[in-house]
Each structure stands twice: as C-alpha cells, then as structure tokens.
C-alpha cells in the first residue's frame, strides 16, 4: 500500500454514510439522490438538505469534475505541519446526468507524478479525476479518502 499523499484521520462512520466509505474503498464515488429535486446529497445523509425528503436512491458518479475554487497551503498546522505546502479545493463534481449538477466537495488536489508541480499546474476549471487515498492506523484498520488529481 503506497503512503498517503497527505496525512489521514480515522473516519467515523454511521448508517447514512456507511455507503460512501463502502464505495469508495471499491474505487468509486457513490452518493445519495434526491428524485425529487433532482440533486445529490453531500454529504451523504437520508434526509435531502434541498426539500427535506427521504432519501432511498443512491448514484454512481463519474468520479470526475472541475476545480471551483482554490488556495495553495503554505505550511499547515497538526498533523499537516509538515505537509506543506498542499492545494485544498472546491471540486463541481461531474454528476453523469444530464441536466443535474454534481455537489461541489472540499478536497485536496494531489498529483501523483510530480506533488511539488500541482501548485503551479491549478487554475480554476482545471478537469481533475478522482484518486483515492489510502492507508493503515495504528490499529491496522484502512483509511481512506477522497482527493482528487489533475487530468
């Protein structure tokens, strides 16, 4: 297993979200859909934050988008004092549907071949893909976490 691009936590997850981790850990993006105001749910949860319905249909995405906006870490702070300097990002998330947007998702964007080269390669509307990030705590359980790198 490759070490993380930058540090993980432990996620914490529960019965509206179990599904995403799930998902993810199996390379894809899955997240809840709304049919009735067409539009997905992020984070994931049951209840719709748009018409506050119940949410029972979950959708594969792409698991690509487009940088919305971004800023470039110098030096972090915990457990990312060393990590710097790093991109954190707001990701439009390609949705697969036509006429439904994505959710837009705070991220990291990493670059797999060269991570020092990412801070000058940005720009907003930059295309980006999905990586998932992995790894092991101490206690031997898998981490992991959506990033995204640049297409």
Sequence with gaps: MNPPFLPLADIETNH????????????????PFCGACNSFAWYPRAICPGCHVEIAEWR????????YSYTVVAKGTGRWKDAGPYVT???QLDSGI??????????????????ANVQQKIKIDSRVHMV?????????VERVLLRFALA
């Design 16 to 31: 509206e979200n179990q599904r995403f981790w799930d998902s993810l850990r199996d390379g894809r993006i899955e997240l």
């Design 98 to 115: 036509a006429h439904v947007e994505g959710p837009r998702v705070l991220t990291n964007i990493v670059d797999t071949a060269a991570p």
């Design 132 to 140: 998932v990030d992995r790894d092991v705590n101490k206690d031997g």
């Design 60 to 67: 594969i995405l792409p698991g690509t988008g487009s940088v």
């Design 89 to 91: 990002a707001y990701v």
